[in-house]
């Protein structure tokens, strides 16, 4: 048994009628041949593969009363065929069918029950093309275990067959009576722990400090104006109550056009990707006659992954807080303000240790917690106070190579995420290869035009293509050999 961590834990307290905590991808494969039978590969392959997928294998075990965190344990009665369905998509195939069928596929919760993913092989895409959208809890993994996950299940062009050890013995599964003891018996050490993460945070704390200007925490407490606040964001149509029927949109563009836009203005791929955004929900805002005189305020995930860490399969993430430049007109306006909203916040999570932190989430009551959660949603709190944030916008690196699933290339991962009370929308990139494919999550009564918004965003990479145009044709001009003098005649 492995008990989940305070941060695991959390994504279950979440969960509402109208809340969902699993994340989800969509994997488009190319067809190798006439004779290749999707659904038999896939489940053969996630078969053969079981020994090195934990999160496939293990189901949950509540406490009683929830008076602690619940447990992981190897599932006694594991079904592979529950968890993998068959489905084919509506004709012709196209990104709408596909995106409807997605939708409301995601607008249902998983079976607690049971390991906490499902798969659904879908046939009938266009151009002889098929694909593989895989459900799994967020309890279980986060965007960097998730990614490490595929590359897992999949293989390379060149890389050997990976070495699976064998099954794990199963658990069963322990009485209410059993968890209680074993609640109890934590109890006593509960001080303990407690004891040892203040003694983290402090020790933690002081090595940030140090690490900083002598005279900056004298500084901060001398210029109080200049503390970070908790940022207020501004209303907009999403961010009110949602609904649990979801709407799905995606796209791909050229990771090589954001790499020169990129290097075009000395930012960041994210920066890039914050301020695609921000143009694209400018224009969004001004089509639904939306206010667009204040910045929008996105949650933004960053790993805090060490590679040190004993478990693999649990969440070491945090967020940190920027600013989507809607109120700036031109597109270079707002990449210099992502960047420099980004490096504010990235220097205030450096000043706190966030790893540490995480420590305490073990401390949560799980029942205050998933209390708190039904409340908001009963009293539908989106709709009634400001929000801290207006949308999470996630961008998650994926491999460089291609992928194969027995001989299948997959030719797309569409990043599927998640949405929660008062913030109904959420958009994610992941690139793979040379490009990135864009995956909008939204509820379905607050961004019902969620297509439109995904069009936006297209157009914003291409004025700003247009925007940085002038700088990328100088700096390959000084980039360009010079011409040889032809010789002087004689």
Request: glycine share 4%; charged share 25%.
């Given at each position: 048994?492995?008990?989940?961590?305070?941060?695991?834990?959390?994504?279950?307290?979440?969960?509402?009628?109208?809340?969902?905590?699993?994340v989800?991808?969509?994997?488009?494969?190319?067809?190798?041949?006439?004779?290749?039978?999707p659904?038999?590969?896939?489940?053969?392959?996630?078969?053969?593969?079981?020994?090195?997928?934990?999160?496939?294998r293990?189901?949950?075990?509540?406490?009683?009363?929830?008076?602690?965190?619940?447990?992981?344990?190897?599932?006694?009665?594991?079904?592979l065929?529950?968890?993998?369905?068959?489905?084919?998509?509506?004709?012709?195939?196209?990104?709408?069918?596909?995106?409807?069928?997605?939708a409301?596929?995601?607008?249902r919760?998983?079976?607690?029950?049971r390991?906490?993913?499902?798969?659904?092989?879908?046939?009938?895409?266009?151009?002889?093309?098929?694909?593989?959208?895989?459900?799994?809890?967020?309890?279980?993994?986060?965007?960097?275990?998730?990614?490490?996950?595929?590359?897992?299940?999949?293989?390379?062009?060149?890389?050997?067959?990976?070495?699976?050890?064998?099954?794990?013995?199963?658990?069963?599964v322990?009485?209410?009576?059993?968890?209680?003891?074993?609640?109890?018996?934590?109890?006593?050490?509960?001080?303990?722990?407690?004891?040892?993460?203040?003694?983290?945070?402090?020790?933690?704390?002081?090595?940030?400090?140090?690490?900083?200007?002598?005279?900056?925490?004298?500084?901060?407490?001398?210029?109080?104006?200049?503390?970070?606040?908790?940022?207020?964001?501004?209303?907009?149509?999403?961010?009110?109550?949602?609904?649990?029927?979801?709407?799905?949109?995606?796209?791909?563009?050229?990771?090589?056009?954001?790499?020169?836009?990129?290097?075009?203005?000395?930012?960041?791929?994210?920066?890039?990707?914050?301020a695609?955004?921000?143009?694209?929900?400018?224009?969004?805002?001004?089509?639904?006659?939306?206010?667009?005189?204040?910045?929008?305020?996105?949650?933004?995930?960053?790993?805090?992954?060490?590679g040190?860490?004993?478990?693999?399969?649990?969440?070491?993430?945090?967020?940190?807080?920027?600013?989507?430049?809607?109120?700036?007109?031109?597109?270079?306006?707002?990449?210099?303000?992502?960047?420099?909203?980004?490096a504010?916040?990235?220097?205030?999570?450096?000043?706190?240790?966030?790893?540490?932190?995480?420590?305490?989430?073990?401390?949560?009551?799980?029942?205050?917690?998933?209390?708190?959660?039904?409340?908001?949603?009963?009293?539908?709190?989106?709709?009634?106070?400001?929000?801290?944030?207006?949308?999470?916008?996630?961008?998650?690196?994926?491999?460089?190579?291609?992928?194969?699933?027995?001989?299948?290339?997959?030719a797309?991962?569409?990043?599927?995420?998640?949405?929660?009370?008062?913030?109904?929308?959420?958009?994610?990139?992941?690139?793979?290869?040379?490009?990135?494919?864009?995956?909008?999550?939204?509820?379905?009564?607050?961004?019902?035009d969620?297509?439109?918004?995904?069009?936006?965003?297209?157009?914003?990479?291409?004025?700003?293509?247009?925007?940085?145009?002038?700088?990328?044709?100088?700096?390959a001009?000084?980039?360009?050999?010079?011409?040889?003098?032809?010789p002087?005649?004689?």
């Amino acid at each position: 048994m492995k008990q989940l961590s305070g941060v695991d834990a959390s994504f279950l307290y979440m969960e509402t009628a109208t809340t969902f905590g699993h994340v989800s991808g969509l994997a488009v494969y190319e067809r190798p041949n006439a004779s290749f039978r999707p659904y038999e590969a896939f489940r053969d392959r996630v078969q053969s593969r079981l020994g090195i997928l934990e999160p496939m294998r293990r189901r949950l075990v509540m406490v009683p009363l929830e008076l602690d965190h619940p447990y992981w344990i190897e599932d006694p009665d594991f079904d592979l065929d529950f968890h993998i369905r068959h489905i084919a998509v509506p004709s012709p195939g196209g990104d709408r069918e596909v995106a409807d069928l997605v939708a409301r596929i995601i607008g249902r919760p998983l079976d607690r029950d049971r390991p906490l993913w499902e798969a659904y092989v879908i046939e009938g895409l266009a151009n002889d093309r098929w694909a593989v959208l895989t459900k799994l809890h967020h309890a279980t993994i986060d965007g960097a275990s998730g990614a490490e996950f595929m590359t897992m299940l999949l293989d390379t062009a060149q890389g050997p067959e990976p070495t699976i050890p064998k099954l794990p013995a199963t658990e069963p599964v322990p009485t209410p009576a059993e968890m209680l003891f074993r609640t109890a018996a934590r109890d006593l050490t509960r001080p303990m722990r407690v004891a040892r993460a203040q003694q983290r945070l402090l020790r933690d704390s002081m090595e940030l400090l140090a690490k900083r200007d002598e005279n900056w925490f004298g500084t901060m407490l001398s210029r109080p104006a200049e503390l970070p606040r908790t940022p207020v964001a501004p209303p907009t149509p999403f961010n009110q109550s949602i609904s649990a029927h979801r709407r799905f949109a995606y796209a791909t563009s050229s990771l090589d056009d954001l790499k020169a836009i990129k290097n075009a203005t000395g930012t960041t791929i994210n920066d890039v990707v914050l301020a695609i955004c921000a143009g694209a929900l400018r224009r969004y805002l001004q089509k639904h006659g939306a206010a667009v005189d204040s910045p929008l305020i996105a949650a933004v995930p960053v790993s805090i992954r060490t590679g040190d860490e004993e478990e693999k399969w649990t969440n070491r993430v945090s967020m940190i807080m920027g600013e989507l430049a809607v109120n700036l007109d031109t597109p270079l306006e707002r990449i210099a303000a992502a960047h420099e909203s980004m490096a504010t916040a990235k220097d205030n999570f450096d000043a706190v240790p966030a790893d540490a932190l995480q420590d305490f989430a073990q401390f949560s009551p799980p029942a205050v917690f998933t209390a708190a959660s039904r409340l908001a949603t009963q009293f539908r709190m989106g709709d009634r106070g400001q929000q801290t944030i207006n949308l999470v916008v996630s961008n998650v690196p994926g491999p460089r190579e291609d992928l194969f699933l027995s001989g299948a290339r997959m030719a797309h991962y569409y990043p599927v995420s998640t949405i929660a009370e008062g913030q109904g929308l959420n958009i994610t990139v992941q690139s793979y290869k040379d490009i990135i494919d864009f995956g909008l999550v939204a509820c379905r009564d607050l961004v019902p035009d969620l297509w439109e918004l995904m069009d936006m965003l297209q157009e914003e990479i291409d004025e700003m293509l247009t925007a940085t145009s002038a700088i990328r044709a100088a700096t390959a001009k000084k980039k360009a050999p010079a011409k040889k003098k032809a010789p002087a005649k004689k």
